[in-house]
């Protein structure tokens, strides 16, 4: 009997160490190493945008590192791949949930990101998106532990509103959408900035229409764009089908300048559309990594460069390194690897934290504050620099 009890006692005593080693090993700090995943399309229809993704956060995470890491350990990326799909993106975030992982970064695109978002949320674990900008996810729906380090629909749109009329001077202005919801909030809010310009007959939008993504041949919404004899074409879709969509207009006579909202336009743009047609193509977007002088951005440019020889060729790759930084500053300030902590100094702590592209302060829905806009213009080498009209 006295042994049985001792057997008994052991047991306990045995299975209380054991979940106390769990606990000690949760929320993403185990041994040396604090595990943060990068959730990101590295395959699928996206995969270009989705390892320059990865190649950016490796980046960061070398720097970081090097300087020290977080709360005396080391970084550990955890990558899990969404296939740019709502399905897929579920999936993955339940893979990263099941790793226990102190916080992620990610998606890109909003429709992405969005079941991702949920999932995270439900688990109380902190995620920072890097290239989902519609209104709505912070917006619509309230989440504690959801940021993100890019900027949003709305301020794009009236960038774009603003250029066109006063420093295009267009009178005629098509928008275009591909019906996804980063493209449609986009057109939408694009719209919403001109209407002030409708009402004063300074301007007048004379198509506003979507194509279908994934298609090839856009030749009737081509010639519908074409007969409403636009002086500005803005497409708010993605770099795949602007490629196309650019070839097929110019092939067809319409030779007004286009515009590509911030997914349209990258080195695959270029690629699907040629440099002879590409080049000229403008593009509203957040400033790229080229233009971006702050000391992290030095030491970014240089590590990025020497690893993988040349540099990002759109914003949303840097903002997933800057996801991180904002994370790792984040958890420095709670001190403590604890989401409700972490989402606190998220909100309330981040004074003094940089990333690549320069301060990373959040507002109390989670988004980034002051995110700049430039418009683009693929140069005669196709590449991407500041347009001076």
Sequence with gaps: MTIKKTGLVLGICCAALFLALLAGCGGGGSGKTVKIALQAPITGDYAYEGQMAKQSVEVAAELINKAGGVLGKQVELVIVDDASNP????LAAQKAVSQKVAAVIGSYGSSVTEPAADIYEKNKMVSVGYGCTAVRLTMDKERKYFFRTCGRDDAQGLFFGTYAVE???????????????FAKGVADEAMKALEPYMAEGKTEVVYFDAITPKEKDFSAAVTKLRETKPDVWYFTGYYPEAGLLIRQARDAGLDCPFIGGNAAINDDF???AGLDVAAGALMTQEPLVTDVTTDIASQFKSLYQEKFKELPSSPWPVYAADALYAIVGAIDKAGKLDSDAIAEAMRTKMDGVQGVTGALLFSDRGDRRDVPYKMYKVDPEGKLVVAEL
């Design 167 to 181: 420093t295009m001077g267009a009178k005629r202005i098509a928008i275009m959408h591909d019906n996804s919801t």
């Design 87 to 90: 399905k897929d993106s579920a």
């Design 270 to 272: 270029v690629k699907i």
